[in-house]
């Protein structure tokens, strides 16, 4: 959950930044709703899960199987590295069209992908448990 809520900053903070740019506020709006349609429901399935999911009942319910656990997990976690792609590309997109010298173009560039960077070995994980 606290992942949908830094996302959706983001994306309102970038809204802020081009919001003269009608496409890429189209994009950030996108981005919004798609973010909140998956990760609502993502939500109920966990909040679900947790509250039929304890004692010795849970041996025969179907959603608290681990296959079902680690299915929901891996396509959520594919989801947040696709949507974290998303609200990448929306500023790295206007980078290039900056009037600034190219090593400043780059600098900001490298800005951008610092923060890929650190999200790196979230996505690691999420490839180790994607192939166990």
């Not at 709006?29 to 990760?39: A, L, P, R």
Request: charge should be positive; aromatic fraction near 10%; include cysteine.
């Amino acid at each position: 959950m606290t992942s949908f809520f830094i996302k959706i900053s983001i994306l309102l903070l970038l809204n802020q930044l081009f919001h003269v740019i009608r496409q890429l506020r189209l994009l950030i709006y996108i981005g919004i709703v798609i973010i909140s349609i998956v990760t609502i429901p993502y939500l109920a399935i966990s909040i679900i899960r947790v509250s039929r999911c304890n004692g010795i009942n849970a041996l025969g319910i179907m959603i608290c199987s681990n296959k079902v656990v680690s299915t929901t997990n891996l396509v959520f976690g594919l989801w947040n590295v696709l949507s974290d792609f998303y609200i990448l590309a929306i500023p790295i997109s206007q980078i290039q069209g900056l009037k600034m010298p190219n090593k400043r173009k780059i600098g900001v560039l490298t800005l951008f992908l610092t923060g890929f960077m650190y999200e790196l070995p979230r996505y690691s994980t999420l490839l180790e448990v994607g192939l166990c």
